[in-house]
Each structure stands twice: as structure tokens, then as C-alpha cells.
């Protein structure tokens, strides 16, 4: 073969993607290039329309969030834990909730749950200052807890009580608290409905719960509730939701319970109950015997029951004599040992009440003296 012969020339091709390429350039240019005639570059903003007052509920709503959310606190706690290998001790956050100043001694009320296994407690007040709480006390059948914190008394703005008993549903409220973190947030709502019965950490019933559609989040639990002239009338304390976030249906803690339960947790760092001195029977026995009320098995010597005269279960020659059946306390009906103590929270140690009985198969009626009872 002759080594200078010359090889034919080949013709470079044209990648198929280039030709892609230059036919949606070209496309481009003929069908969809922008109209430059279009812009306008005079344009300016368009004038502000004049809006006129705020409507009346708005200018409510405003005031009473100005007023309020200064004794709204954001509560944070962490939890103490030791590490398995080295034994150092580090602190781990555990929760977020909401509270609000009691008074001006710088006492704080939240929900239990809010600070339950918590080992160290923050409180923020709404001017960002921080302060370590101490617990004065708890009510975990209520779901409540007091902290007490160093600020001064000019940081202190304790908040308006009103009252929760005369409630109508369907009236307007509004709820102040931290939910997911975000600090001073305001719901508005209604009451949904009154009455309602929860359960609270203990595992006992919290009665005449309000039930409200405002918004209530993780992290609202502990704030206020509020009526429309920013008073508290409960403390949210639950949602109802299967995601745990707000769906629509939210309860508060009633503020007469509040205003009954806070200031023996402050005098006494826990709830001073009334009681009569009795022991009763579990639902077990009570459906073993068909009782319908709540059955005495036991009174305490020196109580309130001895001198009631109230007769307990016995045993007599080999067999079983039912003690007294409480039926009703002041008229109102109750066939648990939870309702038995419900009633009697409604009252006050050395409130007189009358218990119906129902004994040897009669009714009967006494008065008894409520004590105080651990």
C-alpha cells in the first residue's frame, strides 16, 4: 500500500442534539419570544384605598390582647439525665408550654402535665426576661401547678379573674399562649359546649370542662382562656385531635376550679380536700352487688362519718352486711367513687352537706361536717 496515497476526506456531521437544539431556539423566536410592548416601564404603585375604622369586635380584640398577653408567660423545662458511659451529667429539653402570673408575688399557673418529669423550669415573661421557677405545688387531679419566680414586681401584671359559671354557649373567648413555639399567639373562638367531663394525668375525672373551638395548639396548654372582656375563665388544658394538633375542639380547666385549687396549692403546696372519713368499694364490688351509688366499707374512727353515724360493711356469723349506700351529695346523684369526690370538691373542709343513704333497703338523710383528708 503506497503511504502517500491520499485518504478521502469524511464529512464532519452535526451532533443530533445541536439540530435539537437550534430548532427549539428557533421555535422559540416565531412562536413564543415575549411582546416587548407589553412592559411598561412608567408603572407605579397603585394609590392605597382608605380603609375607615377598625370594626368594634376588632378594636375589642386588640385592646384585649394589649391588656392580657403582658401576664401571659412561655414556660420551657429540660430534663436532668446522666450518660451511660461517661456518668457526666447533661440537661436535655423536654417540652414547651404556656402560663400566666397569678399575682404580684411572682406565682405562676399552669397546667401539671405542662412541667410533669421536668427537673428545671424557665419562665419567660412577655417583655423576654427569663427566670428560673421553683414549684410550690401541684394538683394533678386537676391538672394544675404553681411556680414561683424572682421578678420584680414592676414585671408582674397578674391577670383579671371572671368567672365560668354563668357561661352560655356560643359566646365569644379568646386564648393566649405560646403554641409550637411561637410566643404570644391569640385564638379566637367560641364556646362550644359546657360540661364536659376529661381525664386528667391521675387518671381522674376533671369535671364541667369548657370546650371551645379557639385554636388551641402543643404549646397552648397552661395559657389562659378568656371572655371577651379579658377576663380568665379556664386554663386550656387538652385537644381533642388524632394528629395532636388543633382540630377544632379544645377544654379548659373552669376558673372556679382554679380560683379554689391555686391558693391551697400556695398555702400548702397541695389541694386540702374535703372528705368524710370513709372508704368505699371499687366498681368491682359494686357490680358484684348491683349497687347503684357508692358503697361504705370502712369509717376512719374519730371522723366525720362516726359522728354522722354512718355504718359500714360488716361481717356477721359468716356473712356479708352491706354497710350504708351514699346516693346522692346535696341532692346531686353519684354511683362512683369519682363522682363521690367530685361533689365533695364543690365544697370547702367544715362545709356542711347532706348525704342521702340508702340503708337496710331505706332511704335516709344525714349531715355531716366535711374534714380535711390527705
Do not use: C
Not at 402543643?218 to 372582656?229: F, K, Q
Request: aromatic share 6%; hydrophobic share 45%.
Amino acid at each position: 500500500m503506497d503511504p502517500y496515497r491520499q485518504r478521502p476526506v469524511q464529512k464532519r456531521r452535526i451532533p443530533p442534539f445541536v439540530i435539537l437544539i437550534v430548532v427549539l431556539v428557533a421555535f422559540w423566536w416565531l412562536f413564543v419570544k415575549p411582546d416587548q410592548g407589553r412592559f411598561d416601564f412608567d408603572a407605579v404603585p397603585r394609590a392605597v384605598t382608605a380603609r375607615g375604622d377598625l370594626a368594634e369586635d376588632e378594636k375589642n380584640t386588640i385592646e384585649l390582647f394589649r391588656i392580657t398577653s403582658i401576664s401571659v408567660v412561655y414556660i420551657t423545662t429540660t430534663e436532668v439525665r446522666r450518660n451511660f458511659f461517661s456518668l457526666n451529667i447533661y440537661e436535655i429539653p423536654t417540652g414547651t408550654g404556656s402560663g400566666f402570673i397569678w399575682d404580684r408575688e411572682g406565682r405562676i399557673v399552669t397546667n401539671y402535665h405542662v412541667l410533669e418529669d421536668a427537673s428545671r423550669v424557665m419562665v419567660t415573661l412577655a417583655d423576654q426576661s427569663s427566670w428560673k421557677a421553683t414549684l410550690v405545688g401541684v394538683a394533678e387531679d386537676k391538672d394544675l401547678a404553681v411556680l414561683q419566680i424572682s421578678a420584680p414586681v414592676d414585671r408582674l401584671s397578674p391577670i383579671a379573674i371572671g368567672e365560668s359559671e354563668n357561661l352560655l354557649v356560643g359566646q365569644k373567648v379568646f386564648a393566649i399562649g405560646n403554641p409550637f413555639g411561637l410566643d404570644q399567639t391569640i385564638t379566637a373562638g367560641i364556646v362550644s359546649a359546657l360540661g364536659r367531663e376529661i381525664k386528667s394525668v391521675s387518671g381522674r375525672t376533671i369535671q364541667d370542662v369548657i370546650q371551645t373551638d379557639a385554636a388551641i395548639n402543643p404549646g397552648n396548654s397552661g395559657g389562659p382562656l378568656l371572655d371577651s372582656a379579658g377576663r380568665l375563665i379556664g386554663v386550656n388544658t387538652a385537644i381533642y385531635s388524632p394528629s395532636g394538633a388543633n382540630a377544632g375542639i379544645g377544654f379548659a380547666v373552669p376558673v372556679e376550679v382554679v380560683n379554689r385549687v391555686v391558693p391551697e396549692l400556695i398555702q400548702h403546696g397541695r389541694v386540702i380536700r374535703p372528705g368524710i372519713g370513709v372508704a368505699v368499694a371499687n366498681a368491682g364490688i359494686a357490680r358484684r352487688f348491683q349497687i347503684k351509688g357508692v358503697l361504705v366499707i370502712n369509717v376512719e374512727p374519730g371522723s366525720s362519718a362516726e359522728s354522722a353515724g354512718i355504718r359500714p360493711t360488716r361481717q356477721v356469723i359468716g356473712k356479708i352486711v352491706l354497710g350504708d349506700i351514699i346516693e346522692s351529695v346535696n341532692g346531686k346523684a353519684v354511683s362512683s367513687y369519682d363522682d363521690l369526690r367530685n361533689e365533695l370538691d364543690r365544697y370547702r373542709v367544715n362545709d356542711e352537706v347532706t348525704l342521702e343513704l340508702l340503708r337496710d333497703g331505706k332511704q335516709i338523710e344525714v349531715q355531716i361536717r366535711l374534714e380535711a383528708v390527705v
